[in-house]
Nanobody, 126 residues
Framework: QVQLVESGGGLVQAGGSLRLSCAVS????????MGWYRQAPGKQRELVACISSGGSTNYVDSVKGRFTISRDNAKNTVYLQMNSLKPEDTAVYYC????????????????????WGQGTQVTVSS
């Protein structure tokens, strides 16, 4: 049984930082790609960042230079370090594990493939 458990969300003031963690079990973590998504009220879910099995990363333009995705294969955990947070970053953040593609593809990461965590709320106050 594949399980993803997110943690690290919370309430923070604009300009602050949070680090999200997602612990994965029941699947070969190191062989798969990981993604962090978010969904704000009334908006569609969007990919925030992803990391391939080989460590290649991609970010949505709105978080480039502020967020960093990383993975620790020894701990079966993926992280999202979020700095300089803005009120527009407020959302429920979800982690996802899926087959690592040979190269980055927007269309691939827009699908519901793989397994999902339950989500963690991030609220940034102005």
């Amino acid at each position: 049984q594949v399980q993803l458990v997110e943690s690290g969300g919370g309430l923070v003031q604009a300009g602050g930082s949070l680090r999200l963690s997602c612990a994965v079990s029941g699947i070969s973590f190191s062989r798969n790609a990981m993604g962090w998504y978010r969904q704000a009220p009334g908006k569609q879910r969007e990919l925030v960042a992803c990391i391939s099995s080989g460590g290649s990363t991609n970010y949505v333009d709105s978080v480039k230079g502020r967020f960093t995705i990383s993975r620790d294969n020894a701990k079966n955990t993926v992280y999202l370090q979020m700095n300089s947070l803005k009120p527009e970053d407020t959302a429920v953040y979800y982690c996802n594990v899926r087959v690592s593609p040979p190269s980055y593809s927007d269309s691939y990461w827009k699908t519901d493939f793989g397994f999902w965590g339950q989500g963690t709320q991030v609220t940034v106050s102005s």
